[in-house]
């Protein structure tokens, strides 16, 4: 091991050490060490005073996450826009981490700046302002102007923060691997998937030009609404750890009362903001994924400004179509069908109790569906839909969970503005529009032509497969692993098929005998015995098709 290999272990054991001693003070390692948790809970109390061990477990999570620092804290809130997995109560209480880091020196980020864009700040800005205006987990922000006179903002990298973040994901990843492999429970929720995704979007997000083009592609899509506007970045001034872009003044959304004193119409601005972002999802498939009210500003002229373009969800076209699918059987009242749908798009566990969830979903629609849509509480119904979710332990892929977290906020955010508002009232025409493109020759079309690629695709694989599976067979090598679930009831079935088949065969030979008595030279035994065969088939289909073990098509 070379002396760099050993500096780096060392400070990964230390760092290991420390993340342990975290989570055991707060009580949330049980599966590391197997005492009594009251008793290392007590030994501990908060920087307030207070014991540990009598806060809600919620708090406890938010507090350990927020002493171990900048990766855990975005793990934090990540996990917040997961309420299919943590539950409305964990996903609120880490939806308020913030990081305070302390700002780096003028001296590391002048350094940063001419690395990054390969001049010093002078020959870049016209002025630049040391102070940080703030410091978040990964960068911090700074006043400057250009030397042609725009003001603008310089988002700079803390130094070392990729180093740091790189080391704790290896660390949180072996942990995953720790707890689930010796807590079953845990284990159900497929932690290191977990971090093996969280990992991948962290490291997105250390690159600023991913932020820099998501603000070019929201200027593109949002061009001809007068109404938004996307701050300008600046490509020649930006770079992997610097992001320059426009400087935004404007009014808070979340100071109402000074909105209303400048005259803007706070019940409008609350539908037009809503608007905006139910275009994004709707008609671009790619939004803003964070509508908080500290990342919205109001212009002159009531011009909604979107701030902090980092975090941003997208919907592909399938993705689209199963929730368009979903708001369809919300409409008709269709719990069968919204269950198949809640199956198909998350993952499900082995065992689950399909008939139980789909009573759940059906009495969550009589709840809420027929209501008047302005008393509509969208944000309190896709909760408790989501609750059911988690309470089967299907995990749902993580943009159609950040999906729902988006419009929850963004309820929210618009309600802060109008008590009245109704998120479902604005959904309506989206919901009428999606229906029509669901029916149209179009869509028809385009399902044809994705049919017969997938067909296509079997008919190349075909020769292939069938040629290795026979090599297999040949070499001895081809192996067939069985697994019996509700054996009972697919052995009934099956002798139920096997009886109705041999109803049928018979009765046929009868009617092609003519055996008497005969009606008109057809044999009545055997038309009553196909008859008959029929009727019971049908009922054997009907009855799998209601186990959900015969999904239906779209």
């Known amino acids: 091991m070379n002396l760099i290999s050993l500096q780096q272990f060392n400070r990964n054991l230390k760092r290991f050490t420390e993340i342990v001693s975290v989570l055991l003070k707060y009580g949330l390692a049980n599966w590391i060490k197997e005492s009594d948790p009251e008793l290392v809970k007590s030994l501990f109390r908060s920087s307030e005073g207070l014991a540990i061990a009598d806060m809600p477990t919620e708090t406890r999570i938010r507090m350990a996450l927020s002493e171990l620092g900048p990766t855990f804290i975005k793990l934090g809130q990540m996990l917040s826009t997961r309420v299919d997995l943590v539950g409305p109560a964990l996903a609120r209480e880490l939806s308020e981490l913030q990081a305070n880091t302390p700002s780096d020196p003028p001296e590391s980020v002048r350094a940063t700046i001419e690395m990054e864009l390969g001049k010093p700040v002078e020959r870049v800005f016209a002025e630049f302002d040391d102070r940080a205006t703030a410091s978040a987990s ?29 080391n704790d994901l290896d660390i949180l990843l072996s942990l995953a691997e720790l707890a689930e492999k010796h807590d079953p429970e845990i284990k159900l929720y497929q932690p290191r998937a977990m971090v093996v995704e969280f990992r991948r979007q962290l490291l997105r997000e250390l690159d600023f030009r991913r932020e820099l083009r998501n603000l070019q592609q929201f200027a593109r899509n949002l061009e001809n609404d007068e109404g938004v506007h996307i701050p300008r970045p600046y490509p020649e001034l930006s770079a992997r750890r610097v992001l320059t872009m426009e400087r935004i003044e404007g009014f808070g959304i979340a100071d109402v009362d000074l909105l209303r004193r400048e005259g803007i119409d706070t019940g409008e601005l609350a539908r037009r903001g809503a608007g905006i972002f139910l275009e994004m999802v709707f008609r671009d498939g790619f939004y803003h994924a964070d509508p908080h009210p500290g990342n919205i500003r109001v212009l002159p002229g009531g011009i909604i400004a979107l701030l902090d373009c980092g975090m941003v969800g997208s919907l592909d076209g399938r993705t689209r179509e199963e929730i368009e699918g979903m708001l369809f059987c919300a409409a008709e009242k269709d719990g069968g069908q919204l269950t198949e749908y809640v199956m198909r798009m998350g993952s499900v566990p082995q065992g689950l109790d399909r008939d139980a969830l789909r009573a759940d979903i059906s009495e969550f629609l009589g709840e ?30 993580s943009n159609v969970a950040l999906l729902v977290k988006v419009l929850v906020m963004l309820e929210g955010t618009s309600r802060s503005l109008d008590r009245n508002f109704s998120l479902a009232d604005l959904l309506q025409p989206y919901y009428v529009r999606a229906m029509q493109r669901r029916f149209s020759p179009g869509r028809l079309l385009q399902r044809i032509q994705r049919a017969y690629v997938d067909w296509d695709r079997l008919v190349e694989m075909f020769p292939r497969e069938l040629s290795d599976i026979l090599r297999r067979v040949r070499d001895g090598k081809f192996d067939i692993h069985l697994e019996h679930r509700r054996v009972d009831t697919a052995v009934n079935r099956l002798v139920y098929g096997i009886l109705c088949a041999a109803l049928f065969l018979g009765s046929c030979l009868i009617l092609s005998g003519e055996i008497p008595p005969l009606f008109h030279g057809i044999s009545i035994p055997g038309s009553t015995g196909i008859l008959l065969s029929f009727l019971l088939g049908f009922r054997l289909l009907r009855a799998i098709r209601r186990s959900g073990d015969l999904a239906p098509d779209d």
């Not at 909760?383 to 979710?389: A, F, N, P, V």
């Open 138 to 166: 990964i960068g911090q922000i700074h006043q400057a102007s250009l030397l042609t006179g725009e003001a603008v903002v310089v988002k700079v990298q803390h130094q070392g923060i990729e180093e740091r973040i790189s």
């Open 368 to 397: 809420y569906v027929g209501r008047p849509l302005i008393e509509l509480d969208l944000s309190r119904a896709l909760t408790d839909l989501t609750e059911i979710i988690r309470r089967y332990r299907i995990i749902l892929p």
